[in-house]
């Protein structure tokens, strides 16, 4: 069973910095693309970056690039969205999905599923 467990939300103010991690397990696919997503209340969800095994280049939203770093760890394991400079309009529930598929990076940021999606975590930027 393919689980995922992100962490590493809170609160934090405008400027800030924040580091989250997705633990994977269960996930034995060679090939496949990775995400993270957030989605903030009354608007839709919001595709943050991803990265695939096929694809040298990472996708970054645009309201995000230049301030969000994402790696992985260990194949997929574990992945990381490095955040800084922090916005208000970062505030959202952020999760991370994963899928064995061979894919570009900005492709999977933009389909309607990725099979495996975990709970999220909260990140609130706030004076």
């Known amino acids: 069973e393919v689980q995922l467990q992100a962490s590493g939300g809170g609160l934090v103010q405008p400027g800030g910095s924040l580091t989250l991690a997705c633990t994977i397990t269960?996930?034995?696919?060679?090939?496949?693309?990775v995400g993270w997503f957030r989605q903030a209340p009354g608007k839709e969800r919001e595709a943050v970056s991803c990265?695939?095994?096929?694809?040298?280049?990472?996708y970054y939203s645009d309201s995000v690039k230049g301030r969000f770093t994402m790696s992985t760890e260990n194949g997929v394991n574990t992945v990381h969205l490095r955040m800084n400079n922090l916005k208000p309009e970062d505030t959202a529930v952020y999760y991370c999905?994963?899928?064995?598929?061979?894919?570009?990076?900005?492709?999977?940021?933009?389909?309607?599923?990725?099979?495996?999606r975990g709970q999220g975590t909260q990140v609130t930027v706030s004076s």
């Open positions: 269960g996930f034995t696919f060679d090939d496949y693309a």
């Open positions: 999905a994963v899928q064995g598929i061979i894919i570009r990076a900005a492709a999977f940021c933009h389909r309607n599923w990725q099979d495996y």
């Open positions: 990265i695939s095994s096929r694809d040298e280049n990472r």
